[in-house]
């Protein structure tokens, strides 16, 4: 059951270490500081806009929660905090939620959190590849 698979997600970056073994490099990058004493740190503005939607940093907040009813409580809190900060929020895969209609609040919540928030939707290529792709991509935009 995909419901059970999304809290398996859950439970998998709660209870295991999930760290990436490999390093980035960026620990052979070394920066020459350049002290900028004339420059006025309020007066740097990385706001932007994205579909329609400014947002206060080019950041959004990419999550895989949803889609089971334990995480629904992560997606507000997500989103309560992508609100304060004024930063977007991708929900996690929708698939769940187009299959089993009593999920849909599990994404649905980031919505009620604010209407000015920028909410990404996200489903797969499989849901995108059926017949009723119009339909599914409509459905998770309305969540």
Do not use: W
């Amino acid at each position: 059951m995909i419901s059970d698979r999304k809290l398996s997600h859950i439970l998998i970056c709660r209870d295991l270490d999930v760290s990436f073994k490999k390093g980035t490099h960026l620990d052979d990058v070394e920066l020459i500081h350049c002290a900028l004493p004339e420059l006025n740190l309020e007066e740097i503005d990385l706001s932007t806009n994205l579909f329609g939607k400014k947002i206060s940093a080019p950041i959004i907040i990419s999550s895989m929660t949803g889609g089971h009813p334990e995480t629904k409580k992560i997606n507000e809190r997500l989103a309560k905090a992508a609100d304060k900060l004024g930063i977007g929020i991708c929900v996690g895969s929708q698939r769940a939620a187009l299959e089993d209609h009593s999920l849909r609040d599990t994404f649905g919540v980031v919505r009620e959190i604010s209407k000015d928030l920028l909410v990404i939707a996200n489903i797969g290529a499989a849901q995108l590849l059926s017949p009723k792709a119009k339909e599914y991509a409509e459905e998770a935009i309305s969540m």
